[in-house]
């Protein structure tokens, strides 16, 4: 699976149209416009890509838009939200200790261990 | 906290009980005295990270044995209120050297009286890291590198 992803997006061209979809979802045609490559093209590199399961492909009406596949993302998004939740919740407990003055200490008791 | 449309950014938020200027420089230039000191790419334990405080520095991670890792660049720094820096590490956690595939952690500092202030993290274009999610959740409880057992209830749950 990652080693059909990372095969279908070391072609430049590809990775731009796998870029501008991961951007925003867009029909062909759109992806097409930004760049200097024919709609056919971009319809077989977001095939590839779908195969890749890296973009889905969602129908609306007559019109085929494409959008990233955001089942990897969401695992990405869980691993952040947790280490940054974390780590913030670390930084107030570490700025506030420091910060609380302490009479009964000499000035440098910030810097023991 | 957040919201479904917005896949690629990860917000969070915290309120301490210290001035502005204070959240800052503590966050930036004291970053190893609160960053998780098993969250480093070493071969060796983490003995000091350095913030370099200046747009295009970096962040740097040091070694007991003086190996050093450069695992972010520095890419907004306005005292006391905004710092960005870039998460220059791929999904096989590895240093990525390329700027547009890192993704971007932006945090404002907001000062809410005196002694208050409200701190604010976005880590944006999460996408950038390509292809390779999947290997988030191999490295979970890997004996190497970053410790992430912590957080394999968060992932597990996705």
Redesign the interface.
């Known amino acids: 699976m990652i080693a059909d992803a990372l095969a279908a997006l070391a072609d430049p061209t590809r990775r731009q149209v796998f870029e501008l979809v991961a951007e925003r979802p867009s029909p062909v045609g759109q992806v097409a416009d930004r760049l200097p490559v024919s709609r056919p093209a971009v319809s077989q590199h977001l095939r590839v890509l779908r195969q890749a399961g890296l973009v889905q492909e969602e129908r609306i009406g007559t019109r085929h838009v494409y959008r990233l596949d955001t089942a990897g993302l969401e695992i990405l998004r869980a691993y952040f939200e947790s280490f940054w939740e974390r780590s913030l919740a670390a930084f107030k407990g570490a700025v506030e200790q420091v910060n609380r003055p302490e009479p009964s200490d000499p000035p440098t008791a910030e810097e023991a261990p | 906290m ?1 919201t479904g449309t917005d ?2 950014t ?1 917000r ?7 001035p502005v200027e ?2 800052f420089l ?2 930036t230039q ?1 970053i190893g ?4 000191p098993n ?1 480093h790419l070493l071969g060796e334990p983490l003995a000091e990270m350095v913030f370099e405080p200046r747009v295009g520095g970096s962040i740097i991670d040091r070694g007991v044995n003086g190996t050093e890792s450069r695992w972010s660049t520095v890419l907004a720094y306005d005292p006391p209120t905004h710092v960005a820096f870039s998460w220059s590490i791929n999904l096989q956690w590895q240093i990525e050297s390329d700027l547009t595939k890192a993704s971007e952690v932006h945090v404002t500092f907001t000062a809410q009286g005196e002694s208050r202030t409200l ?1 604010e ?1 976005e ?1 944006r274009h ?2 950038r ?9 191999d490295a979970v409880g890997a004996p190497n590198g970053w410790n ?1 057992e ?2 394999a ?3 597990i ?2």
Not at chain 2, 33 to 36: A, E, G, Q, Y
């Open positions: 957040t896949t690629t990860v969070r938020s915290v309120v301490v009980d210290v204070r959240a503590f966050f004291d005295k609160w960053w998780d969250h701190v993290l880590h999460l996408d890291h390509g292809p390779g999610w999947e290997s988030m959740r992430l912590p957080f209830q968060a992932v749950a996705v």
